[in-house]
């Protein structure tokens, strides 16, 4: 018997060139193929009807070229915008939002000033009507009427907060059943800052606590011996029991209510004494805050260009770098 006839092959044709039926099969016989041939033809004059109207507007650009030009042109956006926004935060404040203790007055309160000038937010704690209604008036400044001495209080103030400074100091002055906000405050605000999450925190102390005890002239030490106990109290806290946290303590020398040299440094040196000005000392602690080489550093501030009998010392000590 005779082996049934074939049909005729025909020319391989890509699967999305043939056309469809409403069955979804693809189309196999000479005149369904004459018809796909019709349609690709088509096509090709569709084509080339539309790159010559291209060519008319842009003579010597093809399509490629088009869709390459566009895609360029995108990524070139894309990276103006991405600068722009790295730009942006380069130039933003480290902290936007910093919470301060001791801000009512001496270097505090110029801690305040530097910060606002760097763009920084600062939440104030404060616990006089005077002193809140004059930081009340200061743009960018938040007041939180507040006292040390309550835990509460500083924790309500602090919260929201993504740094903190503190330079609260009592002096000399006479103390209430024996506490003084040099401890009781500053380890309010220390304890604060733990709970609440804010890993940056500056503590300003004073030469004479700690590893500086040397560098202070005897008579000296002995007047400020309760204050300087009081202070290296509130240092051991952070320094012993808030490993995980972000923290710097400095220790000026003696202060001055003069303006600033803008030769004071900060040092590692902790036989370093002299005298510092109050508004230099707050210039350093916001340097300090915003720069990445201070993480638990403890460093002394002094002026090296301030001549008095306790400032040989100062004269010859290295100053660290910040920057």
């Known amino acids: 018997?005779?082996?049934?006839?074939?049909?005729?092959?025909?020319?391989?044709?890509?699967?999305?060139?043939?056309?469809?039926?409403?069955?979804?099969?693809?189309?196999?016989?000479?005149?369904?193929?004459?018809?796909?041939?019709?349609?690709?033809?088509?096509?090709?004059?569709?084509?080339?009807?539309?790159?010559?109207?291209?060519?008319?507007?842009?003579?010597?650009?093809?399509?490629?070229?088009?869709?390459?030009?566009?895609?360029?042109?995108?990524?070139?956006?894309?990276?103006?915008?991405?600068?722009?926004?790295?730009?942006?935060?380069?130039?933003?404040?480290?902290?936007?939002?910093?919470?301060?203790?001791?801000?009512?007055?001496?270097?505090?309160?110029?801690?305040?000033?530097?910060?606002?000038?760097?763009?920084?937010?600062?939440?104030?704690?404060?616990?006089?009507?005077?002193?809140?209604?004059?930081?009340?008036?200061?743009?960018?400044?938040?007041?939180?009427?507040?006292?040390?001495?309550?835990?509460?209080?500083?924790?309500?103030?602090?919260?929201?907060?993504?740094?903190?400074?503190?330079?609260?100091?009592?002096g000399t002055d006479a103390v209430e059943d024996g506490k003084r906000v040099d401890y009781v405050g500053n380890n309010n605000v220390i304890e604060a800052a733990g709970i609440l999450g804010v890993t940056r925190v500056v503590l300003v102390t004073s030469i004479g606590c700690g590893s500086s005890k040397e560098a202070a002239p005897p008579t000296v030490f002995e007047v400020l011996k309760d204050v300087l106990a009081a202070k290296e109290r509130a240092e051991n806290v952070l320094i012993k029991y808030y490993t995980n946290m972000n923290w710097t303590i400095i220790r000026p020398g003696g202060l001055k209510s003069e303006p600033a040299t803008g030769t004071a440094i900060l040092t590692e040196h902790s036989l370093a004494i002299g005298s510092i000005h109050r508004e230099d000392v707050a210039n350093l602690v916001v340097k300090a805050l915003n720069s990445d080489k201070t993480e638990r550093k403890i460093l002394s501030a002094v002026d090296p260009e301030i001549s008095s009998a306790a400032n040989a010392e100062a004269s010859s000590v290295d100053a660290f770098v910040l920057a």
Not at 22 to 35: I, M, N, V
Not at 145 to 165: I, L, N, P, T
């Open 1 to 170: 018997p005779m082996p049934p006839a074939r049909k005729p092959s025909l020319p391989s044709l890509h699967p999305l060139l043939l056309p469809i039926d409403r069955r979804g099969a693809s189309f196999t016989t000479s005149h369904d193929l004459a018809a796909a041939v019709g349609i690709m033809v088509s096509s090709a004059i569709l084509f080339a009807l539309l790159a010559s109207t291209c060519s008319a507007f842009a003579p010597s650009t093809n399509m490629l070229d088009l869709v390459s030009i566009s895609n360029t042109a995108q990524r070139h956006r894309q990276h103006a915008f991405s600068s722009n926004l790295s730009m942006m935060a380069a130039d933003g404040p480290k902290y936007k939002k910093v919470f301060v203790a001791g801000g009512t007055r001496g270097v505090g309160r110029a801690v305040i000033n530097e910060l606002i000038s760097s763009g920084s937010q600062v939440v104030a704690l404060v616990r006089g009507d005077e002193a809140a209604a004059e930081l009340s008036a200061v743009e960018g400044v938040t007041v939180a009427r507040g006292d040390a001495f309550d835990y509460k209080s500083v924790e309500g103030a602090m919260d929201g907060c993504d740094a903190a400074v503190t330079t609260m100091g009592q």
